[in-house]
């Protein structure tokens, strides 16, 4: 098993940034891709950003300039830098583990991103 623990989440006015971190720990023994969901009330969960062990990033048309992934593999931590926030951008945001050889999905609890004035 794979745990994830997000952080980072909060209330956050529109224009405006937040850092989102996301640290896996357990089973943590092949090769993985890592990324960021989210899932607005009443909306199925979408792609956000995903990032390789080497460092291949993917990114949603909607977050394209916007939004960074970044990855520390030694500390088995990805982060997701969103800046320019819109009130669209407000979602539960879910860090994803997905092994590469499996293709076995862990996901985490989820934080919560809300941007309003």
């Known amino acids: 098993q794979v745990q994830l623990a997000e952080s980072g989440g909060g209330l956050v006015q529109p224009g405006g940034s937040l850092r989102l971190s996301c640290v896996a720990s357990?089973?943590?023994?092949?090769?993985?891709?890592m990324g960021w969901y989210r899932q607005a009330p009443g909306k199925q969960r979408e792609l956000v950003a995903t990032?390789?062990?080497?460092?291949?990033?993917n990114y949603a048309d909607s977050v394209k300039g916007r939004f960074t992934i970044s990855r520390e593999n030694a500390l088995n931590t990805i982060y997701l830098q969103m800046n320019s926030l819109k009130p669209e951008d407000t979602a539960v945001y879910y860090c994803?583990?997905?092994?590469?050889?499996?293709?076995?999905?862990?996901w985490g609890k989820g934080t919560l991103v809300t941007v309003s004035s």
């Open positions: 990032i390789t062990v080497g460092g291949r990033t």
């Open positions: 357990g089973s943590i023994f092949s090769i993985a891709t």
């Open positions: 994803n583990y997905r092994r590469v050889t499996s293709g076995v999905d862990y």
